[in-house]
């Protein structure tokens, strides 16, 4: 995204430097139109007298034969060709409609995640001030009608709407469009009554509406057909349909728990449990790179254990490892259980690259501090992978392991399951992007230089579903993550087998 700012930070240049040139090229113009107008004058209160000079008839006959075809070519001069061929180029780096309805999207999940009302969100009340127009907000809408979202449909042309009845002008947009949006949505949430007052309210401005005129009859045959019924509403069933309106069919049963951990609600740190979460100096065992300069070791969580080690790796190095990332960061993908492929996915939006060790001293040397600190064997774990999330990026629920009904999730690694995961945030977050554990009800802060590590599996190799885990979506600025997952191959020695399957 960085880069599409100085892109247009380069466009925006260029147009000035056309500007420059058309108004330099208008001036050339008026001067020519200065000179032949005061000459024309002159001539023109004695034509006679005037042509009877020789010189002046001379200079007549010279302009029109020369100089106007000067002053034509002049007015034909294109000044736009740099411009043009500029855009033209920088075209090719330029976002399309699906990203434009990616980046509509990832908005409308912050407005249900933190629960943000669109007012907030549009008169610029989050950090930075940046405020939608009328425009802005419509085409949120349209974007939310085309994945037939009605829910946000209604919200953001509410929204559009009121912008415009509070006196904000738009050359695009009118209230007759947005009425037209707004009673379509709302009948299709079953609420007919405001439907229809929207439909009246629409042919007030446009008696001739033919679509409103023929939604208002429906709309006032359904609502009588409705009231002669008379049909009393389940309260608890209207209460719950109201609550999960505008959710997707696949929405998942704990997307509820984990967005209140993303808000900081319902996060499980009672007193006694804060009472076993200590800080430490961490040598691991004496460690011979940590006995002279031991690692700041914070508990984050009891059980599961989940660690923090503090001020791991330089911002010299991490700011290498971005640099390295960058030029191959795709869209994340996640593995399908039912064809066993890479695919992507609405719940996980989010930028990534794998780097090896052999690419750069810096990631060797990032996987050896890992092995060093954890104990791990590193020589069977993935690649390291660098992730980016923007303004809305998230991964929602999920596990690092495979599951029993994944048997062929890492077969083509031919090093067993994934027994942990190391998190490295890479940059600060000015707000949201934390990383949620929904089964435990934890959360874990991102904070530049540190690393967070849990065990995936018990000692036995069975699955610990309790590490299932969400990254919460970037509600303002920018947020790197670096993981590496071990897995079971080579730690015969390191993390010894239990027999029972939760130790």
């Known amino acids: 995204m960085t880069d599409l700012l100085f892109v247009e930070r380069d466009l925006v240049s260029s147009l000035k430097d056309y500007i420059r040139a058309e108004e330099d090229k208008l001036q050339r113009i008026k001067r020519w139109a200065d000179r032949l107008d005061a000459l024309s004058t002159a001539g023109s209160q004695d034509p006679e007298g005037f042509l009877g000079h020789p010189v002046n008839a001379f200079k007549l006959i010279k302009r029109l034969n020369t100089e106007w075809a000067e002053l034509e070519s002049l007015v034909l001069t294109d000044v736009s060709d740099a411009f043009v061929s500029n855009l033209t180029i920088q075209r090719q780096r330029f976002p399309n ?57 209604e919200l953001w042309m509410a929204q559009a709407l009121k912008q415009l009845e509070q006196g904000e002008e738009s050359s695009v947009v009118d209230a007759i469009a947005i009425l037209d949006y707004l009673s379509y949505s709302v009948y299709q949430q079953g609420e007919l009554e405001r439907a229809l007052a929207f439909t009246k309210k629409l042919l007030e401005l446009d008696p001739s509406h033919q679509r409103a005129n023929g939604n208002l009859k429906y709309f006032e045959y359904q609502l009588s057909k409705q009231k002669k019924l008379e049909v009393d509403d389940n309260d608890e069933e209207r209460r719950m349909w109201k609550e999960n309106r505008g959710r997707r069919d696949d929405y998942l049963p704990e997307r509820k728990q984990y967005e209140k951990l993303c808000r900081g609600e319902g996060v499980r740190m009672t007193p006694r449990r ?88 810096v990631v060797d040397k990032i996987n050896r501090r890992i092995e060093d600190i954890t104990g791990l064997d590193v020589s069977t774990a993935e690649d390291l992978q660098v992730a980016n999330y923007g303004v809305g990026g998230q991964y929602e629920p999920h596990f690092d392991f495979g599951r029993k009904d994944e048997p062929d999730a890492f077969e083509e690694l031919g090093t067993g399951n994934r027994i942990a995961t190391w998190l490295l945030y890479m940059s600060d977050v000015q ?53 590496k997952w071990m897995h079971e191959r080579g730690q015969e020695f390191r993390r010894r087998c239990d027999l029972h399957w939760t130790e």
Request: net charge neutral; charged share 25%.
């Open 97 to 153: 409609d699906d990203d434009q309805t990616g980046a509509a999207k990832a908005l409308m999940r912050l407005q249900d995640t933190y629960k943000l009302d669109t007012e907030t969100i549009s008169s610029g009340r989050l950090p930075g001030h940046s405020v939608l127009t009328v425009e802005d907000c419509y085409d949120l809408g349209k974007v939310a009608y085309s994945d037939v979202d009605y829910y946000h449909t």
């Open 274 to 361: 804060q009472s076993r979460l200590f800080c430490r100096y961490y040598d691991n065992g004496r460690h011979p790179r940590f006995v002279i300069g031991p690692l700041k070791q914070e508990d984050e969580w009891d059980s599961p254990h989940i660690v923090r080690y503090h001020d791991i790796v330089s911002d010299r190095d991490m700011e290498k490892v971005k640099e390295l990332a960058k030029p191959r960061l795709r869209r994340a993908t996640v593995h399908d259980p039912q064809t066993g492929t890479l695919t992507t996915a609405h719940y996980r939006v989010s930028k990534s690259a794998w780097l090896g060790a052999y690419e750069h001293p």
């Open 431 to 483: 707000a949201g992007g934390a990383t949620v554990f929904t089964d435990i009800g934890a959360a874990v802060q991102p904070k530049k230089g540190s690393a967070v590590f849990w065990f995936n599996l018990y000692p036995s190799g069975e699955g610990d579903y309790r590490t299932r885990h969400a990254a919460c979506p970037v509600l303002l600025g920018n947020k790197w993550v670096s993981n």
